[in-house]
C-alpha cells in the first residue's frame, strides 16, 4: 500500500563536502534503499555533485538541488536553488536564496558543538522558511529540543534530515509533507521524523578529514 506522505530527507552530504566520503552514485542508491521519495542535496558551499545525483537516481527519487551555506554565524540551508549564495552574513545570504525563488531553512542552529545562532535571532526568524528540528548528528537531544522551541514560539515550519555523510545515514532522519514540499515548507505542515544522538557518525568524519589531510600533505 502507497503512503500517502512523501518523505525528503532535506540534508544529505556528497563527497563535494570535506566531510563526506560519499559519492553521488552511492548517494542515489542510500536513498532509493531508505525508501524515500526524495532527497536535498547540501553540500557545503557548492551545487557541483546535484546533477550528478540526479543521473544516478531512479525516476521515482526526486532530487531536489540545495547547499549547505557556511554563514558568519550557523549553517543554512538553501533549498531549491541553482547556485550557491556567498559566505556571508544570515540575513544576506537568506535574501540571495529567496532572490533565487528559494527557500532557507537554518541548519542544526543550536547544536553548541557545532556551529550556532546567538544574535539577531528575531530578525532571523521573521526571514527564514524554516527550522531544521530534528538533525540525526545532533549528538544531544536537548540541541535538537531547543530548535523545535524556537520554531514552534516563531510559528516556523519544522523539518528534518539525517545530515548525512556516509550511505548508511542517509533517511536517520527525515520530513514528511503532503504534496508538493515547496508549498509544506512555506504553509508548515511539514512534519520532522528520525532521531539524533549519532556520536559514531561524527567520529567516522573526523577519521575521514584525517585521511584526506594525510592524502593531501603527501
Known sequence: MSRSRSR???QVHTDASPCSATS????AQAAEKAALDGI???DHDTLANVDRVRSSAPDDLDVVSGVEVTTTQGHLLGIDIERAPPQTDPLSVIDDIHDQDGLA?????FDALRQVYDTDLAALA???DGV???NARCVRESFNHEARAFAAHHDLATTGGSDAHFPMEVGRAYTECEGSLREAIRTG???PRGRGRYLSGHVATKLHQARRAVAGWR
Open 8 to 10: 525528503y530527507d532535506l
Open 126 to 128: 521573521a526571514a527564514v
Open 105 to 109: 531553512v537554518l541548519s542544526h542552529p
Open 24 to 27: 553521488p552514485e552511492a548517494v
Open 40 to 42: 536535498v542535496v547540501t
Open 189 to 191: 505542515t511539514t512534519v
Open 132 to 134: 531544521e528540528a530534528i
